[in-house]
């Protein structure tokens, strides 16, 4: 009884220190562009967006009706992680309370979960694919139609989170070909899944077919036009998993490779195949795409509850003795990096105007606001303008073609109530001057420097609407709304918006 309550005041004591860690990293690390471009799908709710899928969207909405406090929003980042690692102690404290209390401390302290704390749509994907492979666990134990119907209706909520349940799915599926010899039921229980999972499939294919094929444009199209099988890709995919799974625990894995089979054929095994067989789904998108580590979330939190199924208690001891160190350097340098002043960063020449507005932005705003004229304001850039209409409270809009990033604007933003209007475009870099002239009326130009980083001003007085809807906007239509011609169409408002085009008359 002694050694148990030792044991769980250990893992108390590195829950809450993990815990209380990422809650002062949510108030003290500043606000990134996407996070701020985040909280436009929450400020502006729909059943979809221009990106990903609405979950995080409707988090969100729900988190604003309290308040826009980043702390406040972050939050389901800072808790969802941990509520994870304390749900891995409490699956696994029957078969051993101190393996349980290791492997859930490894999950805390992996710096990817302990420095996680930016809202992310990858955190509703995280929330609900975890529960759905406990209930697919759950089903494997008598096949009951319930838990596998329940799995499906999560994973359905994860796949309005982000397309990568889809990966998980697909993990399901191959698990039950490969490991499972129960006959029929379990491939009764596949399709359980899948029909569970339909409500949510069918509201973002709804929201698509009505807005443009939005989310399959980006991340099957426009995003991955230049891709192509890559060794690079390969090489950095392979690098993230050393990095992420730890080289100890790589090596150890490698050790117990011939144990791992026969572990998998057990129930008790779903974990780390599911793990296994997602790690090998993601190495063929990897191959093609460059890998974002955040991607590997979906499946992270079952290598830590597979653990214990192929190594041992002691293995397990030595591992944990590695991640305290590797999670306490990477705590200092990041605490080390938020001390310093942002004037540090001058040296990185690229970013540096980038540092300094994500920092200094209602400085720059004030700066702005100075000038005389009745301006809307705007950026060229996405991540720009929603850190400005975030800090600043206010609408900063997107001009320009932009890139195949963070569209939502084009939905949020219809330039023909502004002709006529004056826009004051804020870039990091010199204006093509004859060009956006031709957008306006009269433009005249200024720079603001603030800490050192210099930001060009066109203010724009007279909008030209014809000719930017001719020039910018056509452009836009012909690059990143070029429907296929086998995909139906209800609705697209760019086309309809600005060029008055029926949604078949699209790319054929």
């Given amino acids: 009884m002694a050694a148990a309550n030792k044991i769980n005041n250990t893992f108390a004591v590195i829950l809450s220190t993990t815990l209380a860690l990422k809650l002062i990293l949510s108030v003290w690390f500043p606000v990134t562009g996407d996070e ?24 969100l909405t729900a988190q604003l009706w309290v308040s826009d406090a980043l702390w406040w929003l972050r939050l389901p980042s800072v808790l969802v992680t941990t509520a994870i690692g304390w749900m891995i102690y409490q699956l696994l404290r029957n078969d051993n309370e101190r393996v349980a209390a290791l492997v859930a401390s ?82 009764i229980g596949i399709a359980l899944v899948l029909l569970a999972a339909l409500p949510g499939i069918a509201v973002n294919l709804a929201w698509n077919y009505n807005h443009c094929w939005n989310n399959y444009l980006f991340n099957l199209f426009n995003r991955t036009r230049e891709s192509g099988l890559s060794l690079t890709n390969i090489g950095i995919y392979l690098l993230m998993l050393v990095y992420a799974v730890t080289p100890p625990v790589i090596y150890y894995l490698y050790q117990a490779r011939t144990g791992i089979v026969a572990a998998i054929r057990d129930r008790g095994g779903l974990f780390i195949a599911l793990f296994l067989i997602g790690i090998a789904l993601f190495s063929v998108v990897a191959a093609r795409q460059p890998f974002g580590l955040h991607w590997l979330l979906v499946f992270y939190p079952l290598l830590f509850l597979g653990l214990p199924a192929v190594l041992s208690e002691q ?26 002043p942002v004037s540090a960063f001058r040296v990185l020449a690229g970013p540096y105007p980038f540092i300094v507005f994500g920092t200094q932005t209602q400085e720059i705003l004030a700066e702005l606001d100075r000038i005389d004229g009745d301006y809307i304001y705007a950026t060229d850039n996405y991540t720009v303008s929603a850190t400005a209409a975030y800090l600043g409270k206010r609408r900063v809009i997107v001009f320009g073609g932009g890139s195949q990033h963070g569209r939502q604007d084009d939905l949020l933003t219809d330039f023909r109530e502004l002709n006529g209007r004056n826009i004051l475009v804020l870039r990091f870099s010199p204006h093509a001057r004859q060009e956006i002239k031709r957008y306006f009326d009269r433009v005249a130009f200024q720079e603001v420097t603030v800490q050192g980083a210099r930001y060009y001003l066109a203010l724009g007085n007279g909008f030209r609407y014809p000719a930017y809807r001719d020039e910018v906007l056509r452009r836009v239509n012909d690059t990143y709304y070029k429907i296929p011609g086998f995909l139906p169409v209800g609705g697209c408002y760019m086309q309809e918006r600005y060029f008055n085009e029926a949604p078949q008359e699209r790319a054929g």
């Fill in 36 to 59: 701020a471009y985040f909280t436009l799908w929450g400020k502006y709710p729909d059943y979809g967006f221009y990106d990903h899928p609405p979950m995080l969207g409707w988090w």
């Fill in 106 to 187: 490894l999950y805390l302290l992996a710096p990817i979960n302990l420095l996680g704390i930016v809202i992310a749509n990858d955190v509703p994907l995280l929330f609900w694919a975890f529960l759905s492979v406990l209930a697919f666990h759950r089903a494997q134990a008598g096949d009951h139609p319930g838990w596998y119907l329940l799995s499906g209706a999560l994973l359905g909520l994860a796949f309005l989170s982000k397309f990568f349940a889809g990966i998980l799915g697909f993990a399901f599926v191959i698990y039950v070909l490969l490991f499972v010899r129960r006959g029929i039921k379990p491939w």
């Fill in 315 to 340: 293995v397990l001891s030595t591992c944990f003795r590695f991640m305290v160190p590797f999670a306490a350097i990477h705590v200092l340098v990041v605490v080390a990096l938020l001390m310093m």
